[in-house]
């Protein structure tokens, strides 16, 4: 099995639970990409796109897809697309922002207008995980993002944006999740 991480708006440090999970994989003997996505400060749509397409096509078989905030527009952008080349075989999507968090910036990747059977054609299976007082989707992720795409959601009480500010450097149900599918409720 092979993996796709990819970070968001700003990327993930050495602190983020992105680049332990990488090394947690890694030492398990998975092949796992974690690729620097183009200007990750200022990012552009059609830039992160070409990445990901990129990164897809080296990928040998269709890959378990993980990302956080701003890789979680990327992706439902990418299945908005079409998704035409590969996809994933599962895809978690992490504490993805909402358009009101005006992200200094970051251009293109809003408005998302993705329909429920374009995110299920891009994978097999999505999870959305998201925190119920994450300040870049103060709406939300479950009403913004779940319920309109048909897809589950888990809600981690009191977890911010889910990244190492809010204290998630570890995360060994993420770790689980990758390797099992299990490990969050859905």
């Known amino acids: 099995m092979g993996f796709l991480v990819l970070h968001g708006w700003q990327g993930s440090g050495p ?3 992105q680049t332990w999970l ?3 994989l890694r030492s ?4 796992v ?4 996505l183009p200007e990750p400060d200022t990012p552009r749509l059609d830039r992160w796109l070409e990445a990901l397409e990129h990164e897809l096509t080296r990928q040998p078989d269709a890959p378990v897809v993980v990302c956080h905030s ?3 527009v990327l992706w439902l952008q990418y299945a908005h697309a079409g998704a035409v080349g590969a996809h994933a ?3 978690l999507l992490v504490s993805p922002p909402s358009p009101s968090a005006q992200l200094p910036g970051v251009e293109g990747f809003f408005p998302l207008a993705v329909e429920p059977a374009a995110a299920a054609r891009a994978a097999g299976s999505t999870l959305i995980v998201a925190s119920d007082d994450d300040p870049y989707c103060v709406e939300g992720a479950e009403r913004l993002y779940g319920e309109p795409l048909e897809l589950p959601v888990h ?3 009191g977890g911010g944006h889910l990244n190492a500010d809010a204290g998630y450097g570890p995360w060994p149900d993420i770790e689980r999740w990758c390797l099992t599918e299990h490990g ?3």
């Open 15 to 17: 602190g983020h639970w």
């Open 22 to 24: 990488v090394d947690r």
């Open 28 to 31: 398990h003997g998975e092949s």
């Open 33 to 36: 990409s974690y690729p620097e």
């Open 70 to 72: 701003l890789a979680c």
């Open 89 to 91: 075989e599962r895809a």
């Open 155 to 157: 809600v981690v009480a």
């Open 184 to 186: 969050l409720e859905h």
